[in-house]
């Protein structure tokens, strides 16, 4: 085990961790320090412990319906019309989905190909998104994820488009549900101020509106960071600023809303905006690693009072 870092995450482990992940009938476990993988039972007789949590930690959750939305985005970006619509019938049909699928998928060599590659390249994204996930808990120095090919992935099975038009309500829906689903939690009203306050921003005089909107091949919504730029009448510097991420939960786990931060970035450039805030609500702490590995630093704290409990 390096220095600072949990487990080393070889190729071997991560093959490891993604059967566990895929085995419905056991529970499986890695060990924190060596990363043996394994089911409770094992790790506990392997490290003469009378804890698992103390020793280990479950693999990335993953059910059935993880699976289902996996088949359903590969179906999705498929561009040959005649596999297409004969696995649209296979997972519409419900009863006995999984297995043909994978029959169906065998058939062809080209389309298995595609098919475990891209499952292996969602299932070990999301396990390395697990593994740094962890190591921020346990206060372990994360690992830079090798994601050339899951870089690819991305951007051959989605379409980031700057020019949102025929779908702004929806963006600006989705943005509120953004905030809703971190602040609401934490007390009546929070959520509506920022909204509101958001709002005003955008009808502010010289505010001019920025967002990127992702969709798959098909054209369905995947997600989209929404926010505007203005300029400093003193210095004539264009401040960029971010309210909302946002990624459909089907979406989740692949890496799109790095993406979409990056394109926003890309575009503000574009715009010849020198900064950008990033107002993120709740605890987006995974957002948060992203926007540190881009050189981001913290400005500015807020803070909830709940008097009811002094």
């Known amino acids: 085990m390096e220095d600072g870092l949990l487990f080393e995450l070889t190729d071997e482990i991560i093959d490891l961790i993604i059967f566990g992940m895929e085995d419905q009938g056991e529970d499986y476990y890695v060990n924190i320090q060596n990363g043996i993988v394994g089911s409770r039972s094992f790790i506990l007789r392997d490290q003469n412990a009378a804890n698992i949590d103390s020793t280990a930690i479950p693999v990335p959750e993953w059910h059935p319906s993880d699976g289902f939305q996996l088949m359903e985005r590969f179906v999705a970006a498929i561009h040959n019309p005649v596999h297409k ?12 989905a999984f297995r043909n699928f ?22 070990r994204s999301r396990v390395v998104e697990w593994y740094n996930t962890n ?14 090919e899951t870089e690819n992935l991305i951007l051959d099975d989605f379409v980031f488009r ?15 549900v953004s905030i809703r689903e971190n602040l609401d939690k934490r007390g009546k009203g929070i959520a509506d101020f920022f909204i509101k306050r958001n709002i005003l921003f955008l009808e502010s005089p010289g505010v001019e509106a920025l967002s990127v909107y992702a969709e798959t091949l098909e054209g369905e919504y ?9 300029s400093d009448t003193d210095s004539d510097t264009k401040l960029g600023v971010v309210h909302s991420v946002w990624v ?13 931060i990056d394109q926003f970035l890309k575009e503000a450039v574009n715009r010849s905006i020198k900064t950008v805030l990033f107002e993120l609500p709740g605890g987006s702490s995974e957002l948060k690693s992203t926007l540190e590995a881009r050189a ?9 009072v709940n008097i009811i409990n002094l």
């Open 248 to 260: 459909e939960k089907k979406f989740r786990g692949m890496g799109l809303a790095r993406h979409l």
């Open 102 to 123: 994978k029959s169906y998928v065998k058939e062809s060599e080209i389309l298995s190909k595609q098919w475990y590659s891209h499952k292996d390249k969602i299932m």
């Open 296 to 304: 981001a630093s913290s400005i500015f704290t807020t803070m909830a």
């Open 222 to 230: 995947a997600g989209s960071i929404t926010g505007g730029s203005f």
């Open 162 to 176: 700057i020019d949102y038009s025929d779908q702004e309500d929806l963006i600006k829906c989705k943005a509120e």
């Open 135 to 148: 190591c921020d808990i346990l206060k372990y120095k994360d690992i830079e994820e090798n994601t050339d």
């Open 85 to 96: 619509e004969a696995l649209v019938d296979i997972l519409s049909a419900g009863r006995g």
